[in-house]
């Protein structure tokens, strides 16, 4: 566990951020929480509606199993308490884009309650600095609707797609101290909710977003009055949303006034916060027990299957790259850090094994320098995804072991590999047709080294005079007479001979 | 043969399917019928169409040999809270005027799956809030009934389902549907002579009824007899998976289990029952109803149910509390009413649209049930209330213990004059003293027509039972009809 350092200097001292993060995470799933409408991101305004998303008269909730299976995974996932019982409340309130006139969620019997989640701040070496952060709970919930200002001068329109959208609403303790912990703990969160696949994480399309609790207070002092930024949807931002508020708290307090209790928003643009309605005319909910929903009880069938159906989770699986296949802690946290990226690897490491015959943990380590090194820099190159990759982990475990036999030295490997990005054609096929393969001739490579060596007569007298660094510019020179396809090996091995006279 | 609008559910049935007359002779007759009784102002919305198109369905059948379905030749009446496809529904209310729903309630859909018709939609207290249908936006319903001191004071059909009673009173329909909350179709029944069952919460499908109050909101029949209770009751019943609260369980052939016989009963006497003020005819039509489950061999047993009068207060706290937050809907922004005052922001639109669309009994309960869920109030209200329901529950467990069934009057008195209680809300809500109990526990009740009070005027007696007893509700009911030999029916004035 590691004790936060980052503090605000203000005018009267040093202060003490304290966080809290209440993140949504809308439930991957092809229907809302309570009605069958889809879910699907980008459709038409108002096509994924039913007549219990609109609220028409006399139209009833149903749970949706799924929802709540990926709810139940996704506490199970943080090692929290499940509640077998829990029971859906309704929030009251008036807005356009709340058909109800009600927002179903649970206050007072959320269906997960504790549980924890390990940060680390140090990517390089993921073990050196780690803090846990406290769960508090976390309930599903509806989504609202989206209300659209920009489509007419006078009116605004409503969507409902998103009406009923199954949301989880993931609630820390106020366990963190400064923004990167903030940002570890969203970025962490976001890691294991993608490996459960109970959210897809992306949060600029709303998937996931985060109302940020920040209140300060001199070392040692009590809790602060806080504030609540909401709907703060990047990670950045969320950074930057706790450094503005904590800095503009401190210049409150040390000018002599005291923070409020409000709802703020951020603007991403100015990097700011501001007031958006303060306590006193907060909201009263109401909330009281939904009476058109049964409590929802969970049975050990149930549960037993959400358990068994849980993957590896991204720390087990870090430590397990580190022991069992030899990889760096760095390349480990690199390549766990996201489910697709653990999948992808997962599978090239599989396909490199069984196309170069050896163990995992024996190609382990050229195909994770590969991935991070050139797949990641091209990827990055062409601004894709590990998802959206060009070339598959087929081709490059074909790739990989065409390098570890020697049939393409590591510099024609990177020439193939750059083709492969352009063609989408398997490097075996690049390697044929285009007569890339290394030689390790003998015979072919001393007859270049011989007209190099004619070529240059200058320099092979001033080698042969003890000017041994020359011994690189003739293998430059070899190479570039073979077209890079010489294998460097036996060219070292056949100009030091050669050399020697 | 006696007038075709004479006949009840089951006489309907038979005489279709044997043929004795056409189920379109039956659709004519009651449309007839119904265009001659607007001064009742039971329906708010006449479908003759409706009805003659399934009477076609039901001869065309008839002529090809094919099995009758178990409703055709019947046509009924539909409470306007039951959302009818293409059809205006409006819970008797302003903000809901002009809406037509794109989808058939659950129920409803039932009954025209059987073979049932449809008259028309039948007014009823706004959002099913009242006891005297004098709260719909649609004007009040006139009971058929009169009182036999020679004046004509229209008097109040009861309520909500008061278009339901009107209706089947007058032989304007044979049968109809209700809902049932606190007592919205025990006492309309009881003041009109008819019969009116409110089956166990969850036996009937809640999907596309306008919601007043969720957790106690219960449909049921209303009908000339116990008989015909059954059969539409049957055709309503069944598990529905879009609603939550739905029971999955077989519907029981009731008609089929109907028997007058009690012997072997325990039929239990609730003394809370015996409130003070209570009309004497009251108490002397419950001692006779004693007398009358003796006679079908019942022994009666004195039971008590200790927390029976905190039901109506702890009801009024729920059902308003459900009902403001069911009522959030009505906004104006997706359907129905929307006023928009110029220049108005959206707070103003939902102000204005709600003022303007809203009867004062429903703003009432709105604004009782916002306050009792409100920050600071909440537990002394809402969370006391419900455990109030709790130990009512419990009462009517232990009682199970010593007997099988309770009789008690359906309401303290018998129809009063239309305006004699609209000034006093909480006398108002008096009358729903013994049906609320029950509604709270979600147990099946029934009420039947006992007698006549002096001035003429029907008076109900009630039968509730355990969970999932129908059987045994109708049965006992059947019992009270078998030796109250009721027959009394309203003069048409209309």
Request: net charge negative; with cysteine.
């Amino acid at each position: 566990m590691t004790e936060s350092t980052y503090r605000i200097q203000g005018d009267t001292g040093e202060w003490e951020v304290v966080i809290g993060l209440e993140v949504h995470a809308q439930v991957t799933s092809n229907a809302k929480l309570f009605s069958g409408a889809a879910t699907a991101f980008g459709a038409e305004p108002n096509s994924q509606v039913s007549l219990v998303d609109a609220a028409m008269p006399g139209m009833l909730p149903v749970p949706n199993k799924e929802c709540i299976r990926q709810a139940v995974r996704t506490g199970m996932a943080l090692g929290a308490v499940i509640n077998k019982w829990s029971r859906f409340d309704r929030k009251n309130y008036f807005y356009a884009d709340l058909p109800q006139g009600y927002q179903i969620s649970q206050l007072y019997h959320p269906l997960v309650g504790e549980g924890t989640l390990e940060i680390s701040l140090d990517e390089k070496d993921p073990e050196a600095f780690t803090k846990t952060i406290g769960i508090e709970r976390i309930h599903v919930e509806q989504d609202a609707g989206k209300l659209m200002h920009d489509q007419h001068p006078t009116r605004s329109y409503v969507d409902l797609n998103r009406s009923g959208v199954a949301l989880m609403e993931i609630v820390s303790r106020p366990d963190m101290r400064s923004p990167a912990e903030a940002g570890a703990y969203l970025s962490k969160l976001r890691s294991v909710l993608r490996y459960v696949g109970s959210c897809d994480g992306n949060m600029d399309q709303g998937s996931m977003r985060a109302d940020v609790n920040v209140s300060v207070r001199k070392v040692g002092d009590e809790l602060g009055t806080r504030t609540e930024t909401k709907n703060v949807n990047s990670v950045r931002f969320v950074m930057q949303a706790i450094e503005f508020e904590a800095r503009r708290q401190v210049e409150v307090l040390e000018s002599g006034g005291r923070i409020v209790q409000e709802t703020r928003l951020f603007d991403p643009d100015r990097g700011e916060t501001r007031s958006m309605r303060s306590k006193e005319d907060a909201h009263d909910y109401r909330y009281f027990p939904d009476p058109d929903l049964l409590p929802l009880v969970l049975d050990d069938a149930f549960l037993d299957a959400c358990q068994a159906s849980l993957p590896e989770l991204p720390d087990a699986k870090r430590r397990r790259y580190e022991s069992d296949l030899g990889l760096s802690a760095y390349n480990a946290a690199v390549l766990t850090a996201d489910a697709d990226t653990a999948r992808w690897f997962e599978a090239l490491l599989a396909e490199s094994a069984r196309v170069q015959k050896k163990g995992e943990q024996e190609v382990a380590r050229a195909a994770a320098n590969w991935l991070i090194s050139d797949l990641f820099g091209a990827l990055n190159r062409l601004g894709k995804g590990i998802d959206e990759s060009p070339v598959s982990p087929e081709q490059g475990a074909e790739l990989l072991a065409l390098v570890g036999d020697g049939t393409l030295s590591g510099s024609l490997g990177k020439q193939v590999f750059e083709i492969m990005l352009e063609t989408g054609d398997a490097p075996g096929k690049i390697v044929e047709e285009r007569g890339l393969k290394q030689t390790s001739d003998t015979g072919a490579i001393e007859t270049v080294i011989a007209e190099v060596l004619a070529k240059n007569p200058n320099q092979l007298e001033q080698y042969r005079g003890g000017k041994e660094a020359l011994f690189g510019f003739f293998v430059g020179q070899t190479m570039k007479a073979m077209g890079g396809k010489a294998n460097p090996a036996v060219v070292n091995e056949l100009l030091k001979k050669a050399l020697a006279g | 043969m006696s007038n075709i609008t004479d006949l009840g559910v089951a006489q309907l049935r038979d005489g279709v399917r044997d043929g004795a007359f056409s189920a379109t002779e039956v659709a004519t007759a009651f449309n007839d019928a119904v265009a001659k009784a607007k001064p009742l102002n039971a329906f708010i919305v006449e479908t003759p169409e409706h009805a003659l198109a399934a009477a076609k369905a039901a001869d065309d059948a008839r002529a090809a040999g094919e099995t009758p379905k178990p409703l055709a030749g019947v046509p009924i009446g539909m409470k306007d809270l039951f959302a009818t496809k293409g059809v205006q529904t409006t819970a008797a209310s302003h903000i809901l005027e002009g809406f037509t729903p794109p989808y058939e309630s659950t129920v409803s859909q039932r009954l025209w799956d059987a073979g049932a018709g449809m008259l028309g939609k039948l007014n009823l207290d706004q959002f099913a809030m009242g006891s005297s249908n004098e709260t719909s936006y649609f004007g009040n319903v006139i009971s058929p009934w009169r009182r036999n001191d020679g004046g004509n004071a229209p008097l109040a059909p009861g309520g909500s389902s008061g278009g339901s009673s009107s209706a089947v009173a007058a032989r304007i329909a044979p049968g109809a549907t209700g809902t049932d909350t606190g007592g919205s179709i025990r006492q309309p029944a009881a003041f009109v002579g008819i019969s009116g069952i409110k089956p166990t919460y969850g036996r009937c499908s809640r999907w596309g009824v306008v919601a007043f109050a969720s957790s106690l909101d219960q449909a049921g029949p209303m009908a000339r007899d116990v008989r015909d209770c059954a059969i539409m009751l049957e055709h309503m019943a069944g598990f529905d998976p879009k609603d939550s609260t739905s029971l999955d369980l077989a519907v029981p052939k009731w008609e089929a289990g109907l028997s007058g016989d009690l012997k072997g009963k325990r039929i239990g006497i609730p003394k809370e029952y015996r409130v003070e003020g209570m009309p004497e005819e009251i108490e002397a039509l419950w001692q006779q109803g004693i007398a009358w489950m003796k006679d079908a061999g019942a022994e009666i047993v004195e039971v008590s149910l200790p927390h029976t009068k905190y039901a109506l207060p702890a009801y009024y706290i729920i059902a308003p509390a459900e009902a403001s937050s069911n009522l959030a809907r009505y906004d104006g922004v997706r359907y129905g009413q929307r006023a928009l005052p110029e220049g108005a922001n959206l707070q103003d639109m939902y102000a204005a649209t709600r003022a303007a669309g809203f009867g004062d009994e429903v703003k009432r309960r709105i604004l009782i049930g916002t306050y009792v869920l409100s920050a600071g109030f909440y537990d002394a209200y809402y969370t006391q209330a419900q455990k109030v329901r709790t130990l009512i529950a419990q009462d009517f467990e232990n009682a199970w213990t010593v007997c099988d069934l309770l009789l008690t009057p359906t309401a303290p008195s018998a129809a009063f004059a239309l305006g004699e209680k609209s000034a006093d809300p909480l006398a108002m809500y008096l009358n729903d003293v013994f049906t609320v109990p029950s509604s709270l526990a979600g147990l099946p009740a029934m009420s039947v027509p006992g007698g006549l009070d002096k001035s003429g005027l029907p008076l109900g007696l009630q039968i509730i039972g355990k969970p999932l007893d129908e059987q045994g509700v109708l049965n006992a009911s059947l019992a009270i009809e078998e030796r109250a030999g009721f027959t009394a029916r309203p003069e048409a004035w209309w």
